[in-house]
């Protein structure tokens, strides 16, 4: 059954896209804009504060463990919502989504070649908008020295790549579709929204986030699979969260 044919009125859709967002990212997306303000707001320079992911939740190593993975498994419950209501108007993520394992080979190479063309541009972007002010100080990874930090953020990882290109990509993209938005607009929203939730980090990151929401957008309409972007997000925050947890600090002083 093609997605033409189902029939989903507007008002239903509309209502399910927003308790979905407002669940989620869309959520994520209003705190950043109040983060934003409070920096822009306060005594010192945006460019001399912080923008911290990652970060220890108690000083008791078993305890924060134990934050950090609910933190992953409950950030993940928007996902199998928005999957839910995909399958209950038979709208399969296998087939519409390409949420599967059967094209490892085009996935992972797919994955790794976007990771390469967003991730260099993206630490060049870091580095601009550092020297111009427009960005707080990035610090992917702030939790103890302790043996689960690596494996921690490598989840971590996963559970960003897995919660935006599935809600922001997939699903939204998708319900935009049925609604009857133009793929321009659908495109639009969709890197809007990715932006939005990073504006915490300063306009540098809404740039740079928004722009990767155009690529992978564009990568998603023309081949209909939503993996290969799990993948290369996913390889860009392990990179970003362990690199900078293991690396010494004198290679991370420009970031």
């Not at 078993?62 to 996902?79: A, K, N």
């Not at 922001?168 to 659908?186: C, D, F, H």
Request: glycine share 6%; with cysteine; charged share 15%.
């Amino acid at each position: 059954m093609t997605l033409e044919r189902r029939q989903t009125t507007r008002p239903i859709l509309t209502a399910e896209i927003i308790i979905v967002l407002m669940l989620s990212l869309g959520q994520s997306a209003i705190y950043s804009v109040v983060s934003l303000v409070a920096k822009l707001t306060a005594d010192k320079p945006l460019s001399q504060q912080a923008a911290v992911l990652n970060a220890s939740q108690s000083p008791r190593p078993y305890l924060d463990l134990t934050y950090q993975l609910l933190d992953i498994v409950f950030d993940l419950i928007p996902v199998a919502l928005a999957l839910y209501l995909l399958l209950r108007d038979r709208i399969s993520p296998r087939d519409e989504l390409g949420l599967s394992a059967d094209r490892q080979r085009f996935d992972w190479g797919w994955g790794a070649l976007l990771a390469a063309c967003i991730g260099v541009p993206g630490l060049l972007l870091v580095y601009v908008a550092k020297l111009l002010g427009i960005n707080a100080e990035i610090v992917p990874a702030a939790l103890q020295p302790v043996w689960w930090a690596v494996p921690v953020l490598v989840l971590s990882a996963i559970q960003n790549a897995v919660l935006e290109e599935v809600i922001v990509v997939g699903y939204l993209m998708t319900r935009l579709k049925q609604w009857g938005m133009s793929t321009v607009a659908i495109i639009a929203c969709s890197a809007v929204l990715r932006g939005s939730y990073h504006l915490y980090q300063g306009f540098g990151a809404f740039v740079g986030n928004a722009v990767m929401g155009v690529v992978f957008a564009l990568f998603f309409l023309r081949f209909k699979r939503v993996t290969p972007l799990i993948v290369a997000h996913t390889l860009l925050d392990v990179v970003a969260f362990v690199g900078y947890a293991v690396l010494p600090d004198s290679w991370l002083s420009w970031i």
